[in-house]
């Protein structure tokens, strides 16, 4: 089975400029999760959705932060406008179904470098 | 709040040199603990998943277990290609049932 897609691999971009990155999960998998990862650190939750609505979204940065799942497949985040500590790793993760004892399984993700 | 430590922050073995990475954790009721394989410019990939206190699983040089408050993974005979991060997560009952994840062990195998 084909695995979690992410894009781009890699962003640069200046501050105060948009950007977005776009993932298409595990085919049949009802959740998806978008986590930022910084430099030896764990990936941190930004939004989490069960088909296409987010029900937990406490951790995104809505001023700048927002992220859609429309018809409950492919996700796209979105950041505008960036600032320099928004350079991280932006992956996306999906499983069967929360709370099921399904892992997650990520995709490569998108390293963002904010200059 | 549910919360992950993990040491050593790094370890360096010889080729064959078994040792053992530690994952202590805090949740309010455990749904699953789950070990990731994170190889430089990859996403993490899912190595196992334990749900209750004595649990064992093996994959190859890899062993995982688990108590009521912390997660081993044994390397045995480790190979310069087990190259990695290791990172362990927890799947608590509360906080949405969210997977919390810790800083992960940086391991290199030295030939």
């Known amino acids: 089975e084909a695995g979690v897609v992410q894009s781009p691999r890699y962003k640069i971009i200046e501050k105060k400029q948009p950007v977005a990155f776009w993932c298409n999960p595990i085919?049949?998998?009802?959740?998806l999760y978008w986590y930022r990862q910084n430099l030896g650190q764990g990936p941190e939750l930004l939004i989490r959705y069960e088909n296409e609505e987010a029900v937990d979204d406490s951790q995104l940065p809505k001023d700048r932060f927002s992220a859609e799942r429309l018809k409950g497949v492919d996700s796209t985040l979105k950041i505008q406008p960036a600032e320099l500590g928004d350079s991280a790793v932006y992956l996306c993760?999906?499983?069967?179904?929360?709370?099921?004892?399904?892992?997650?399984?990520f995709g490569n993700g998108t390293r963002l470098t904010v200059t | 709040e549910d919360q992950v430590t993990q040491s050593p922050e790094a370890l360096r073995l010889q080729e064959g040199e078994s040792s053992s990475l530690n994952c202590s954790y805090t949740?309010?009721?455990?749904?699953?603990l789950f070990w990731y394989r994170q190889d430089p410019g990859k996403g993490p990939e899912f190595l196992f998943t334990l749900y209750s206190a004595g649990e064992e699983k093996e994959k190859e040089r890899l062993k995982a277990t688990l108590t009521k408050k912390e997660s081993f993974l044994h390397i045995t005979a480790p190979k310069p290609e087990d190259s990695a991060t290791y990172l362990c997560a927890v799947q608590g009952t509360g906080d949405g049932q969210n997977f919390v994840f810790g800083p992960g062990t940086r391991l290199s195998v030295l030939p």
């Open positions: 993760a999906s499983s069967l179904r929360q709370g099921h004892h399904s892992p997650l399984h």
């Open positions: 949740v309010s009721g455990l749904r699953g």
């Open positions: 085919s049949g998998h009802n959740t």
